[in-house]
């Protein structure tokens, strides 16, 4: 990005409604935001002289006082599984990821919400990084936007899903990550439903709360052990949240139509798989819409986690079934490059 950027504004931080009070600033009709809105998020528009409903001289005139940005992609890294690592370079010099993860018909994008993340959770690569900042909401939606052009360009589809479970805990970038979802969201903007974009927690309580009052999506939630001492020990933001209460937020989450809350498991060998564990889980989700996702630990040489066998982890699903659960063990996509959950570090540009 050019210096001159540095003092305009980037149109795309805006949701419709802040682009809205944006142009009446300016003295203009609002109708305008309505127009511009919309160039903003096609494919292939880079330039407000391709606004070609916009006059020459309103053009000109934005072009004096904002721009728009976009990534610049320099890492794209396909896995053995069809899995599709892409490598952000920010304006800072600070690189971020994003995963897409193809699933038959469907294509799923795993965006991040901050470069490394504060939360500290003992299983997860990106808390040794620490954390870093958090992402715009034109950095959010950008890497939709980059990909869904990677997409296009090599006639791979378009992107179905959104998760965000990439770096960062979106819970603690909260107004950034709501204007991004507005802006995803927006029928104007990238268009995605509330049934096609999730968010992933691993509980900021007051944050689930917000969420519910201020958006319709789905919600994730990384649970990871069924009691408050080994939750504590593997997650330290179970100290200030305790399992008890972020149960609570999610019976109270108003969740899109027919959805149910997204319950993520890792097993962690000798830690959270036992059959005990398997039955707690089971009675703690008594009563909560759910389904389970069990996620065998993705090992990684720099930290100590190991998987359980293949036979205990069936054993651990089959429990869950018994009781009439939803589960799923999700196979382990793109670890081959660094792409899986947990996986995600990557180091400032010299
Ligand atoms: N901070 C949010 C969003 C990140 S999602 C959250 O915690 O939900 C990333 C997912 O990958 C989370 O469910 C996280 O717990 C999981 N994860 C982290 N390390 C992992 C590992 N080593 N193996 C498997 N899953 C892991």
């Not at 998020?41 to 904002?66: E, N």
């Not at 990439?166 to 909260?174: D, K, S, W």
């Not at 989450?253 to 798989?273: A, F, S």
Request: glycine share 6%; with cysteine; net charge positive.
């Amino acid at each position: 990005m050019n210096s001159i950027n540095k003092e305009k504004i980037d149109l795309k931080n805006f949701t419709r409604d802040d682009l809205t009070d944006f142009v009446r600033d300016h003295g203009l009709s609002p109708y305008r935001a309505k127009q511009i809105f919309s160039w903003l998020y096609r494919p292939g528009i880079t330039d407000f002289s391709q606004m070609t409903d916009l006059g020459k001289k309103l053009r000109k005139s934005l072009d004096d006082q904002a721009f728009f940005s976009s990534l610049t992609t320099r890492v794209r890294e396909q896995s053995k599984d069809g899995t599709i690592k892409y490598g952000f370079l920010l304006d800072d010099g600070n690189m971020i990821e994003s995963v897409l993860i193809p699933d038959g018909e469907r294509n799923t994008l795993c965006v991040s919400s901050q470069v490394g993340c504060a939360m500290g959770c003992l299983f997860c690569l990106t808390a040794t990084m620490g954390f870093i900042r958090n992402l715009t909401p034109a950095e959010i939606v950008n890497q939709v936007c980059a990909v869904r052009d990677d997409l296009l360009q090599r006639r791979l589809g378009t992107i179905n899903n959104l998760v965000f479970m990439g770096m960062g805990e979106p819970l603690a970038n909260f107004a950034n990550l709501l204007s991004a979802l507005k802006i995803l969201m927006d029928q104007l903007g990238l268009n995605f439903s509330e049934r096609r974009t999730t968010v992933s927690t691993c509980g900021l309580v007051p944050g689930i709360k917000e969420l519910g009052e201020k958006i319709k999506v789905n919600l994730a939630l990384s649970l990871h052990a069924v009691n408050d001492d080994i939750r504590g020990q593997l997650m330290p933001v179970n100290k200030t949240w305790n399992i008890a209460a972020l149960l609570d937020a999610c019976r109270q989450y108003p969740l899109p139509r027919r959805k149910r809350i997204m319950i993520e498991y890792i097993l962690l060998r000798d830690i959270n798989d036992s059959e005990k564990d398997a039955k707690q889980l089971a009675e703690l989700m008594r009563g909560i819409r759910c389904k389970i996702n069990l996620l065998p630990c993705n090992e990684t040489p720099d930290l100590p986690y190991r998987q359980p066998s293949a036979e205990k982890i069936a054993c651990f699903q089959q429990i869950l079934l018994d009781s009439g659960y939803t589960v799923i063990v999700r196979s382990s996509r793109g670890s081959d490059i660094s792409a899986a959950c947990g996986q995600l570090s990557v180091s400032k540009e010299p």
